[in-house]
């Protein structure tokens, strides 16, 4: 069975591994093998060298058996002949999956060209050289990569200010949005909530309530699934590639994994999905039932010291087990918990909540 994958990120690399001893091809536009981006906020912050950030040498896809083109663009894919068209040439596929991935949300302002994106190894080699000039950061954005970027650098010593427009961090509730801003001012991030963003320029960024200085400044407002190569092929998508539960797309043969899939509404987004979804495929294509559960999100997270779980639904009446444990229920089952500094205790209530253990059988 000839699979080729277009994308070497953790969800692509993860399914040519399961699936090594097929005749397998990855296409690649970057010029370098896979790297983690998790972890480049903490090669940002000189936490890690930049060798740690690869953990597959290019010795590793040759024992695999896995032919790797690095700089090759995939163009399309032509449904009728079963061919990749790359700017390398074309490759036939019995089975071709699209592991593009995603891209970071450009900020819609005036003087997004003093505004950086975080996504690839350029990407961060460009802000820690900034960063390590001004020894300060100004991050757009609540979500998990501008947390994880303000707890990181802040650690490492460098003066960090986060903007968020909304109230609340992480889509969590004011509970644990207040034990999590804690938690970082301790490490001495400033928090400007409810700020909007209007303007940048080379000193710091316009808000709707004042402005902020910061001369490296980070936008981290979420990402948009790489869903093109699907759509000039005819594909269909949404906001991503439109896959049914066995990650099919609309084209014979063709599936769609990670951060450029979308399923029932739902993009997972983050590396650990991409990967389970790899896993589930790699049993699908050999002919093993198996099935991915699209509405359980389960993401660990790390903001510098602080380590965090969300579990499954965060949303909606939440109960405290503990100081450090948040539940929340749905006709007395659990159905979703927040638990900070403990990752073990985490894993084991994932186990309970998946199981669907009711609040008194804890």
Known sequence: MRIVIVGNGPG????????????????????????????LSHYIAGFIDKE?????????YEKKGIDLNLGARAELIDRARKRLITSEGEIPYD???????????????????????LRTLQDAERIKEQIEKYEEVLILGGGFIGLELAGNLAKAGYKVK??????????LDEELTKVIMEKLECDGVEFYLNANALKADKEGVLTDKGYVNGKVKICAFGIVPNKEIAVKSGIHAGRGI?????????????????DCAEYNGI???????????ARVLANLLRGREDRYDFEFRSTIFKFGNFPIALIGKTRGGGKWLDKKTKVFLEGGKIVGAVVMEDIRKAMMLEKKIKAGVSIDEL
């Open 12 to 39: 692509g690399v993860e399914l040519a591994n399961q699936l090594s001893g097929e005749e397998i091809t990855i296409v690649e536009q970057e010029k370098v093998p896979h790297y983690s981006k998790p972890m």
């Open 52 to 60: 740690k950030l690869f953990p597959y040498s290019l010795e590793w």
């Open 95 to 117: 089975v071709l999956v699209i592991a593009t991935g995603a891209r970071p949300r450009e900020p819609a302002l005036e003087g997004k060209e003093f505004v950086h994106t």
């Open 162 to 171: 986060l903007v968020h427009r909304g109230s609340n961090l992480l889509g």
């Open 242 to 258: 439109l896959i049914d539960d066995h990650f099919r797309t609309s084209a014979k043969d063709v599936y769609a994994i990670g």
């Open 267 to 277: 993009i997972c987004g983050t590396a650990k999905a991409a990967m389970g979804h």
